[in-house]
């Protein structure tokens, strides 16, 4: 064993574990040595990770004194989780090793430091080929595995843990242990003998696997206590998308499904898939007026508040501008809003709404409104729900404006529930008491039109928007077609947009067919209404 000579030396200190939560676990009567008087209410305290989501997914962190298998394909962040796992421990005063068998220490020093992490609170163990290590005079701990049986590194590797004693442990990667066995039963053997060594230590282990084996490794799974499954999907255009599944968890409760989370510095960023049951407010239920008088009228005096409303019609109808207007009204009683744009450029949007008489970036300074522009290209539907889930928790956002739907799916291309995803936010929004709108620009500009997406039965209230013609002269009319909640006009207005902001006409009784976009003048005195 060689240490390092200039670098300090790794201290491990004794401390409680007053931090954690307890899980009950299974009986571990069967697997550890010792501990037959364990019954079924044996209970275990979770750890932390590290990485919040990841503890989130868990319900407080793994169980500890177990070995777990994270498992995923090359560049999918296992070295950067398990960095983050032993970093969290040591910060904590807890023993760690850090046990790697493919990469040198050289290089998870500088991958620690890329993500701004101090390498002092990472102890490593190499166990690396002589050929691929660096001077003995360089290292923390040098074995050579290439040139001993798989037995042998696995004795080595025993002594060292019965020398340090850590309360975590990581090793990284199976694949050269893998490759070290000459038969599958060798390998699983020797792994279980390792899980046996383990069992009667008081040490919770990641084992990281880069499924370099053909096939998926059942037999490994099985042996693991739990197993973290980590995903890299390409996409055609933008960032590759990431996710990660907890494929089991003996004996305890976790958030199923998958989960988005995307790699910065600093680490993994989890972004935990969102359950709407789980979040439930009391607000008060009044309605919320948009500071146009007619338009409050069309919905019977405004829009409930913990409430969807869906913006529909062909492009440049006045969808923006609408949303906008409830925006800037709710920001400008020191409610906060925001609009997500994936369409139009936050300068832009802005100019349009200044020319409309709504000073939105008087709004914006002072932090009741704000713009976010989206890039499709880096999306993922984790990442962008949990924004809006931080705007309503961390920033208490009252009004949420999606501009457009067009612009969320086509960022999501390959997603196939997309609209489960939207139903899960907008439930959680509803009962945040959020007020939100979203846009939906259909294809076509006057008769028939199709839409890309069909969320209508999402919204508690459906806006129609609609051109129509007359003598040679293009106009726009609004409609509530549908609200939930309340009694509403079911007129046809003319809407209009000028200096003065949003302006709202008097029904069309004089028309038939205004939302064909070609209507039929009525009466005999239709021509002089216009």
């Not at 990281?208 to 390409?234: F, M, Y």
Request: proline share 3%; with cysteine.
């Amino acid at each position: 064993m060689h240490r390092k000579k200039d670098a300090a030396p790794c201290v491990f200190m004794d401390k409680p574990l007053a931090y954690h939560e307890s899980v009950t676990l299974e009986t571990l009567k069967d697997e550890v040595p010792g501990r037959e008087e364990m019954n079924d209410q044996q209970t275990f305290p979770r750890i932390a990770t590290g990485i919040a989501g990841l503890d989130d997914i868990l319900g407080g962190g793994l169980p500890s004194r177990q070995m777990y298998l994270v498992e995923g394909d090359p560049g999918t962040g296992k070295t950067t989780l398990a960095m983050q796992f032993i970093i969290a421990g040591f910060e904590r005063g807890e023993k760690c090793l850090y046990v790697t068998l493919s990469e040198t220490e050289a290089e998870l020093y500088a991958s620690a430091r890329s993500h701004g992490w101090d390498t002092a609170k990472l102890p490593l163990a190499e166990f690396v080929p002589a050929e691929a290590s660096l001077s003995p005079e360089a290292q923390y701990t040098v074995f050579h595995p290439s040139e001993v049986e798989l037995a042998t590194t696995i004795k080595k590797l025993t002594d060292l843990i019965e020398e340090k004693k850590p309360a975590r442990v990581v090793i990284d990667s199976l694949s050269e242990l893998r490759l070290l066995a000459s038969d599958t039963m060798r390998y699983r053997r020797q792994l279980l003998a390792l899980k046996q060594f383990f069992a009667g230590r008081d040490a919770t282990v990641l084992l990281l696997d880069d499924r370099t084996a053909d096939g998926a490794d059942k037999q490994l799974q099985s042996i693991a206590h739990g197993v973290l499954r980590l995903e890299k999907l390409q996409r055609s255009y933008g960032v590759n998308r990431r996710n990660i599944e907890i494929v089991k968890l003996r004996g305890a409760a976790f958030r199923e499904g998958v989960h988005d989370y995307t790699i910065i510095r600093g680490g993994l960023r989890i972004y935990p898939r969102l359950i709407a049951a789980e979040h439930d407010d009391i607000f008060d239920e009044n309605r919320v007026k948009s500071g146009v008088e007619a338009l409050d009228t069309m919905f019977g005096g405004g829009i409930s508040r913990g409430s969807t409303t869906l913006l529909v019609g062909p492009t440049g109808s006045g969808k923006s501008t609408l949303a906008m207007q409830y925006a800037y009204a709710a920001a400008s009683r020191g409610e906060r809003a925001i609009v997500y744009s994936f369409d139009e450029i936050k300068r832009t949007a802005c100019m349009r709404a200044e020319a409309l008489g709504m000073r939105v970036n008087e709004q914006i300074e002072k932090g009741t409104l704000a713009i976010s522009q989206i890039d499709p290209a880096e999306l993922s539907p984790g990442e962008f729900i949990w924004q809006i889930r931080s705007d309503v928790n961390d920033r208490d956002t009252r009004v949420v404006v999606i501009d457009s739907l067009n612009g969320f799916v086509n960022a999501m291309p390959g997603e196939r529930d997309i609209n489960l995803s939207l139903h899960e936010l907008l439930a959680y929004l509803n009962q945040k008491g959020i007020i939100t709108f979203l846009i939906l620009t259909q294809r076509g500009l006057v008769g028939s039109m199709t839409a890309d997406v069909d969320v209508s039965y999402l919204a508690d209230t459906v806006i129609i928007l609609r051109y129509f013609e007359v003598r040679g002269e293009i106009r726009q009319a609004i409609s509530v077609l549908k609200q939930r909640i309340g009694e509403h006009e079911h007129t046809i207005r003319e809407l209009s947009f000028g200096g003065d902001g949003v302006r709202i006409g008097e029904p069309l009784t004089n028309f038939r067919g205004v939302l064909t976009g070609v209507p039929e003048l009525l009466g005999d005195d239709a021509a002089h209404a216009y």
